[in-house]
């Protein structure tokens, strides 16, 4: 697969370019390797030159930044966070898959987990700017009509008419773990305790 044609595709023609992903062998392994391991790295290493070298702004305590070993450690736990989140996800789609009469397929459902991440994950580069952050937000919910299309294609063979309620159960469980993994981070990495004033 080419990585780069693959995320530009996935940005640009994501209907199209569903159809293609649909039609390729592949392993849950390799796809996870190959495409979920490297994409989730980009936020990380963001947040490592963010966090660690420009600092950050917070209301009330100024502009403050990590130690670079402690923002090393943070981008770590958001990398393997994010992969664990990625791969739930997935385990989830699949296993809702008979309550909306889907066809339980646990290829699909990654492909479905993985590529509708590839806007946020891309987008994560901006973490490294701390003012631009929320167009990580939108990009991420780009992400979530990138998902729509993948369950319209149907990737679960999902019959049309149960398409949105499947959709909105796995916005609501995306939104649980990223909530999740956002608290993880932030019980761990206090703003008091990990910050330093510049």
Excluded at 95 to 121: C, D, E, H, I, Y
Aim: charged share 10%.
């Amino acid at each position: 697969m080419d990585l780069v044609a693959r995320i530009q595709a996935i940005a640009l023609k994501p209907k199209d370019e569903w159809v293609k992903i649909k039609a390729e062998t592949t392993s849950v392994s390799e796809l996870f390797k190959s495409y979920a391991m490297i994409l989730a790295a980009i936020p990380a290493v963001a947040q490592f030159v963010g966090f660690g070298l420009i600092g950050r702004r917070y209301p009330f305590i100024g502009w403050v930044r990590m130690g670079l070993g402690t923002s090393l450690i943070r981008a770590v736990f958001s990398y393997i966070l994010s992969l664990v989140t990625v791969y739930v996800f997935a385990l989830i789609i699949n296993a809702l898959a008979p309550t909306f009469a889907s066809a339980p397929n646990q290829l699909s459902a990654m492909k479905l987990a993985v590529f509708s991440m590839t806007p946020g994950w891309v987008a994560g580069i901006l973490y490294v700017v701390p003012f631009l952050e929320w167009l990580v937000i939108l990009a991420s919910l780009y992400g979530l009509y990138v998902l729509y299309l993948g369950f319209a294609t149907p990737m679960m063979d999902t019959p049309k008419e149960k398409v949105i309620a499947y959709l909105v159960v796995s916005i609501v469980v995306v939104v649980v773990l990223s909530v999740v993994v956002g608290l993880i981070l932030g019980a761990i990495f206090a703003v008091g305790g990990v910050y330093r004033p510049l």
